[in-house]
Every structure is written in structure tokens, then in C-alpha cells.
């Protein structure tokens, strides 16, 4: 039993490191290269970014025993690679240090925590459900690339699923690396240990770069990254303060924004992998894989240089389909939550498609665009329809 307690939280925050940190490693790098730095640069952030929020993972889940997962900004990432554009690197740090200063007004003032509490569990569930799904249909796609590969992943999952339901994702991760090397996927290339090293970069303010990038890097971060980070909380029942959390990651990305820490926020995919059941039967104890996912990010960011090598070398096969397999529990017991009232199941149904979409009109993302849809839906029930529908 002690065993189990030591390895599933351990093995459930390695899964989610490796999966935060490959899904966008490319575009930390690309967005580095594309405002005149080199590798070292896109070390330095990497640097920055681990320690920053591997510790902030960690203090935030013992202080509150809740798997609170801090994260980079994915969709922040991705959206950099072409807003940066026509912007020194220093007008862009300080595009971050708007952002982040914007997200600590959000946590002390506490308006996105009471906007929050009025969304419904099961909305909230099918939000998660909308975010999650495509990570599970690609395990499937992936198939399509790597037919052989995916499939032993695949039949390793249900095999281990039923024989050794707590090591299951232990297994997984392990034969995948196995496979991949025996298929010749993982070419071994000579690596030196590197340690990174913090590059200050000084903040330039304009209005140009506050309104082209830290205004739209707080709203994705807020909407594609901190919303869904809430939802994943809600829908496994856990009680936080999220004021108190968006204060904590908004001064954090304060703090680190100079030195590359573009956005600071509450993981919600990678987050999802630390609260299932696998990781512990007692909810009460599922904040320890979270822990252990804030000391692998340590790890992470101290061998920056040398784990930005190591990572490229895997298939990307591998990585998206660990992540769909490691999500499996959790689109199974969000897309139940969601439908576990019948006052409130079209609701769900519309937050789920709608974020499960492709939608993103005027830039706003569809996780949004699925909360207000839903919203929408329950309010025209409520106002044309005699039985009671609240917001709870």
C-alpha cells in the first residue's frame, strides 16, 4: 500500500511533465528564435519557466493538500510565435509583465473567482470533457502514423488496465519507450549535461506591445489556460480559493516574466492526469502527484539544455498518444458528470461541441466560446421554461 502511494503519484507527475513539456517545447523555441535569441536564450527560459512553476505547484498543492499543477501557457505560446512579430525582445518582455500583471489584478480583486462560482458543476464538466476529448480521439489518429507503435501502446493500456489498474500509465510510459527504441523511432545522439543559466532581459513598454501582446496573452491565458484549469478542479469536486491561486501565479509570472516567463497559469490537460483515480483511491491524496510533478519540472528546468535535446528525439506519436491514454478516466467521468442531470443535460451537450470545436471567431477560443454557449442555453431554459434552472 505504501508502494502504491509512492509510486502512482510519482509516475502520474512524471506523465504530465513529459507531456507539458514536449507538447510545446517547439514553440517556446521558435518563439525565442523569432525575437533574435539563439538556444541559449530559449534555455534560459525554459530555466525560468520550470523553476517557476514547479515551485509554485508545489507550494500551492501542500499548502491547500489539492493537486493544483502550475503550467506554461501552451495556447500563450503558440499565439507569441506570430504576435511577437515586428516587436524587439524587449518590448515583448514587457508585453509579459502587462500580462502578468493583469492576472495578479484577477486573483486580488477576486472578479474571475465570482464569475467563476456561478458556472454549474456539470457545465464545468463538460468544458473539461470538450478540452479533453481530442487528446483522446488522437490516440487514433496517431495510429494512422504509427500503426505498430500505437497499438502496443494501446493494448499495453487495456491489458495493465484490468491486471494492474495502479501501475497502468508505468507500464504504458515504459513499453512505449521500449517500442519506440526497438522500431528504431529514438535515434541516440552524444549528449553533454547542461546547466542553464537566467538571461535578465530589461521590460520595454509601449503601447503597441501592450495592446498586440500582453492584452492578448492575458485573455488566451485566462480563457484557454486558467478557465480550464478551474474546470478540472471543479469537476473532480475539489474546493480552492482560486483568487488566492491567481495571485500567487500572477505575482510568480511578476517575478519571472524578465527572464522569459511569458505566462504562468493553472495546468488543466496536464492537471486532469494528476486526479485520477489511478493515482489514488482517496481524492484526499492525489495533491502528492502534483507535488511530484512540481519537483520533476525542477528537474526539468535545472538540465534545460540538455532535456530540450532529449525530448526532440522521441516520435511524436508517442507523446500525443501517452497523453490521450493517460486521459482516458478522465473524458470517461467528465462526459458522466455532465450528463448526471437531465434539467441540465443539453446544456452540457452544447458546452461539450462547442468546445470540442474548432470554433475561434474573433479570436476568442472555443473553450470560451463552449462556457458562454452553455450559459446561453441554461439562461433561454430558465427564461421560457417553468421549471427552476439555477446557477449553483
Excluded at 176 to 203: D, H, R
Aim: proline share 3%; glycine share 8%; with cysteine.
Amino acid at each position: 500500500m505504501l508502494v502504491n502511494r509512492i509510486i502512482n503519484p510519482t509516475v502520474a507527475g512524471l506523465v504530465a511533465v513529459i507531456i507539458g513539456f514536449a507538447s510545446s517545447i517547439a514553440l517556446i523555441y521558435q518563439t525565442v528564435i523569432n525575437l533574435g535569441g539563439d538556444a541559449g536564450l530559449a534555455a534560459s527560459w525554459l530555466l525560468t519557466l520550470g523553476l517557476t512553476i514547479g515551485i509554485t505547484s508545489i507550494i500551492l498543492s501542500l499548502y491547500f493538500r489539492v493537486p493544483i499543477l502550475i503550467a506554461w501557457s501552451t495556447p500563450g505560446a503558440a499565439f507569441l510565435i506570430s504576435g511577437t512579430q515586428g516587436f524587439t525582445i524587449n518590448e515583448a518582455i514587457g508585453g509579459f509583465v502587462f500580462s502578468a500583471l493583469l492576472i495578479f489584478l484577477s486573483g486580488i480583486t477576486g472578479w474571475f473567482e465570482k464569475l467563476i462560482n456561478k458556472i454549474p458543476f456539470q457545465i464545468a464538466s463538460a468544458m473539461l470533457a470538450g478540452v479533453l476529448v481530442n487528446f483522446g480521439i488522437d490516440v487514433f489518429n496517431q495510429m494512422n502514423n504509427k500503426p505498430l507503435l500505437v497499438l502496443t501502446m494501446f493494448s499495453s493500456y487495456l491489458i495493465c488496465k484490468n491486471l494492474m489498474p495502479k501501475f497502468t500509465m508505468l507500464f504504458v510510459l515504459v513499453i512505449s519507450i521500449v517500442m519506440a527504441w526497438q522500431l528504431n523511432l529514438i535515434t541516440v545522439n552524444e549528449f553533454s549535461w547542461q546547466v542553464g543559466e537566467f538571461k535578465y532581459i530589461s521590460p520595454e513598454f509601449n503601447v503597441g506591445a501592450i495592446i498586440s501582446i500582453g492584452i492578448p496573452l492575458f485573455v488566451i491565458t485566462m480563457a484557454a489556460q486558467n478557465l480550464p484549469g478551474i474546470a478540472v478542479l471543479k469537476a473532480h469536486k475539489y474546493k480552492t480559493p482560486v483568487s488566492s491561486i491567481l495571485s500567487v501565479t500572477g505575482f510568480a509570472n511578476l517575478l519571472a516574466a524578465p527572464f522569459g516567463g511569458f505566462a504562468i497559469n493553472l495546468a488543466a490537460i496536464t492537471a486532469a492526469i494528476c486526479m485520477t483515480d489511478e493515482v489514488d483511491e482517496n481524492p484526499k491524496q492525489r495533491y502528492w502527484a502534483a507535488v511530484a510533478g512540481g519537483g520533476f519540472y525542477i528537474l526539468m528546468a535545472i538540465f534545460a539544455g540538455y532535456l530540450m535535446s532529449f525530448f526532440a528525439i522521441l516520435p511524436e506519436a508517442l507523446i500525443y498518444s501517452l497523453a490521450g491514454i493517460a486521459l482516458f478516466t478522465t473524458i470517461n467521468n467528465s462526459i458522466q458528470q455532465a450528463l448526471s442531470d437531465s434539467k441540465l443535460s443539453e446544456a452540457a451537450m452544447i458546452t461539450f461541441l462547442v468546445t470540442a470545436s474548432n470554433l475561434a471567431i474573433w479570436g476568442i477560443s472555443s473553450v470560451l466560446w463552449g462556457l458562454i454557449a452553455g450559459s446561453l442555453t441554461l439562461f433561454l431554459q430558465k427564461l421560457f421554461n417553468k421549471d427552476n434552472y439555477k446557477f449553483t
